[in-house]
């Protein structure tokens, strides 16, 4: 497999095509960015640890029984993926009440609503990434009605792994963003990354912010934060 060019510059990361049509790379920057891009910032060595924490998560979430874009890791900032047909919806699973859902409804960050809240963002840039409803979605024809059955199926079997995962850790998963892609055959797995970056994690004894709040309320201790993330699930692996 030859890495060959750079076919997505993102925010926070990048996307290489390779020798073989069916997969791409991914390459984890050191660049936070929040508020759709009103608020930038360089983090050395953030795109390391959020790799080991994404392909940590993928690969758990695989032998798990979700079908995910996640084949390998290459080095400290890169990961083989399949490659993917993106669907532009952003699922937000929300176990506590926290960010722009607390806002928007006047409700205070940390709220344990009596049942987890799926929100559908439609992922457009220009539009800000607004909220939509599963009508509007196949409407606009983003996906069909059986579609979004897997997708929320799927969204909730990550949820229940995620709650598996993070819990014996201490660390209480507030909400997180899944994103979904087709694979060359058509079948819909999940696709970006799971990470600090784009999950609520939060200490389960303090409520201390563990993820990317620590940025958007400049809080400090970004880095250092995102790492105690990854040295918990680290270790797991001792036990
Ligand atoms: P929100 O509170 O801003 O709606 O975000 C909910 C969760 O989803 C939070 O963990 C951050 C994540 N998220 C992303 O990763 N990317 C996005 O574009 C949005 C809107 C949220
Ligand atoms: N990624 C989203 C944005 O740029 C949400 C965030 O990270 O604050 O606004």
Known sequence: MVKQSLIFDGNEKRVYSTDDPATVIFHFKDVATAFNNVKTAYFPEKGIVNNKISAYIFDYLQRNGIH?????TLNEREQLCRKSENIPLEVVVRNYIAGSLADR???EEGTKP?????DLNYNNTELGDPLINDTQAVALGIVSFDDLKYIYDTAHKVNSLLLELFTPLKIK????KLEFGR???GTIM???????????FWDADTDKRLDKDRFRHDLGYIVASYKEVLDRLMSRENK
């Open 68 to 72: 995910t874009h996640y084949i390998a």
């Open 105 to 107: 409804l006047a409700i």
């Open 114 to 118: 009596s049942t987890v809240i799926y």
């Open 173 to 176: 998963l507030v909400d997180f």
């Open 183 to 185: 694979d060359t055959d």
């Open 190 to 200: 999940l696709i970006d990354e799971i990470s600090p970056d784009t999950s609520r």
